[in-house]
């Protein structure tokens, strides 16, 4: 797909600094997300990026291997020239610690740039937050307009998180504030809002009275990769759950806003968060999985076990988690929420699944089952919609039916190419909408549902369920537990 779409906006010229500048996330996904605004047209404004990075590096050696990961990412008629050009707009600079003293050559910079908004994107270990706010705020770079990009996981616990973040409070204000979670920004999530406030269709249907059930699954191929430290220590769910799933749960049951604007998105998702049934010794039991992915073989590949990959024996940290949830309100009354996440699973896709309740009599003569209507949003890796309903067979021999999709492929139908989900957001920090991020008593209420899960994990020392890596998850264990929901429409 080509990349001559221009999208053209005015904004207030900025600075961006991304501390971590060396990283993974940043390599990945904050420098292409700024090459693919730029080239798109969107950045008529002036801007800096400035790298901070803590390992001496040396500036060839970054710019090198950067350029290389733009080049074999980017689109295809994207040139080395633009690449170039993009590459030597960032500043590298390394510092071994958050000192005033060690800050002076970002102050230096900066300070050339004055009227720039600064945004301050955090994207090293939540641990690190505070100390990096503080000096900033000690150098004095932190003005009115500017913003700090808040990398996830924030903290492991409720009480860590608060910890952070009032250590971040200490340095910026709430709404200078942006905590990213990249689902919000993903394409066929932000169509969910349309899909949902801009139908007479769905809206009229949302509800327990003609929904049986709703299944939210990412499911990854993918094992821990390079992040053994950090996922051994959080685990699916607190890498997956606690920010990305819950936060799809939240656009599906929300009640509509009056109007889109981010405090009132924000208050909408709080009352869902609140309104989530803790989690209790008893039903953690009987409506929770957790699993660790064993040996196994993904598409003909022998891959190892997560004890193998990470080099530690003893862990128990899941890599599976399914969770059975409800939200204790009038709209959702009973309708439970299966939420679902894995590492080396099957397949890497994601999607949401609304299962609507079956027809109340069946009027044919055949008196075959009438498959209940599903509306399926695929997040990835396609981007559609499908609304499977019943439909008759062609040609005489009475009414034969059967489950037919009415689908949308976004791919066949909008041919622009779609930004990472990434772009979107980081624009929206430019722009200054808030409307993606989470805010703080989110996070807050979605911890303290999630600790419902693990302190009674703790009570009950709930264990880990091995699953061969390449399969679909902890499937036929689980049916002898009794948990027969965990296996319902999981797809093969
Ligand atoms: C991240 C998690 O937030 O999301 C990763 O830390 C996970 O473990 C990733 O792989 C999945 O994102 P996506 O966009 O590839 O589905």
């Known amino acids: 797909m080509s990349k001559k779409i221009k999208h053209t906006e005015e904004f207030e010229p900025f600075n961006i600094v991304v501390f971590g500048g060396e990283g993974d996330l940043a390599i990945r996904k904050i420098y292409p997300a700024l090459l693919h605004r730029e080239l798109d047209g969107q950045f008529l404004t002036s801007f800096n990026i400035i790298a901070i990075t803590r390992k001496p590096q040396s500036e060839s050696t970054f710019y090198q291997d950067l350029s290389k990961h733009l080049l074999n990412t980017a689109e295809e008629d994207t040139t080395e020239d633009e690449i170039n050009k993009f590459v030597k707009k960032i500043t ?176 909408e998702k709080l009352k869902i968060l609140r309104a989530l049934r803790p989690f209790t010794k008893e039903s953690v039991l009987t409506n929770t999985v957790k699993g660790q992915y064993s040996r196994g073989s993904i598409q003909g590949e022998e891959v190892s076990s997560y004890l193998e990959d990470i080099e530690k024996y003893n862990s128990k940290t899941e890599t599976f988690v399914a969770v059975k949830a409800y939200v204790d309100n009038w709209r959702w009354k009973d309708v439970p929420f299966y939420l679902r996440t894995g590492k080396r699973l099957k397949k890497r896709y994601s999607e949401i699944v609304i299962n609507f309740k079956e027809v109340s009599h069946n009027i044919f003569p055949s008196k075959e089952k009438l498959n209940n209507n599903k509306l399926i949003i695929r997040l990835q890796p396609e981007e559609r919609i499908e609304l499977i309903q019943m439909t008759k067979v062609p040609g005489p021999g009475g009414y034969r039916y059967k489950p037919v999709a009415l689908k949308l492929d976004y791919t066949d139908s909008f041919k622009e190419r779609f930004a990472d989900a990434y772009e979107r957001l980081i624009v929206d920090v430019i722009r200054g909408n808030q409307t993606l991020f989470m805010r703080q008593d989110e996070l807050e209420a979605a911890w303290t549902w999630i600790e419902t899960i693990t302190s009674n994990w703790k009570a009950v020392n709930q264990q880990n369920i091995l699953y061969e890596a390449g399969t679909w998850g902890p499937g036929d264990a689980i049916l002898d537990q009794g948990a027969t929901w965990i296996t319902k429409s999981w797809r093969d």
Request: contains cysteine; proline residues 2%; aromatic residues 10%.
């Open 92 to 267: 590298l600079i390394t510092t071994s610690e958050a000192t005033v003293e060690a800050y002076q050559n970002l102050k230096i910079h900066l300070d050339q740039f004055k009227n720039y908004q600064n945004i301050f994107y955090f994207s090293t270990p939540s641990s690190a937050f505070g100390e990096i706010a503080q000096t900033l705020k000690a150098c004095n770079l932190i003005y009115a307009n500017s913003k700090v990009v808040l990398e996830k996981p924030l903290g492991y616990s409720l009480e860590s998180s608060n910890a952070i973040n009032a250590e971040i409070m200490q340095a910026f204000e709430e709404k200078q504030v942006y905590r990213i979670d990249h689902y919000l920004g993903k394409e066929t999530v932000q169509n969910l809002m349309v899909l949902r406030f801009a139908n007479n269709l769905f809206e009229r249907a949302w509800d327990y009275q003609n929904i049986d059930n709703i299944q939210i699954t990412v499911s990854e191929k993918l094992g821990v990769e390079k992040r053994a430290d950090y996922y051994d220590n959080s685990g699916a769910l607190l890498d997956m759950v606690q920010n990305h799933l819950v936060q799809l749960l939240c656009l599906v049951a929300m009640e509509p806003p009056y109007i889109l604007q981010a405090d009132e998105v924000r208050n």
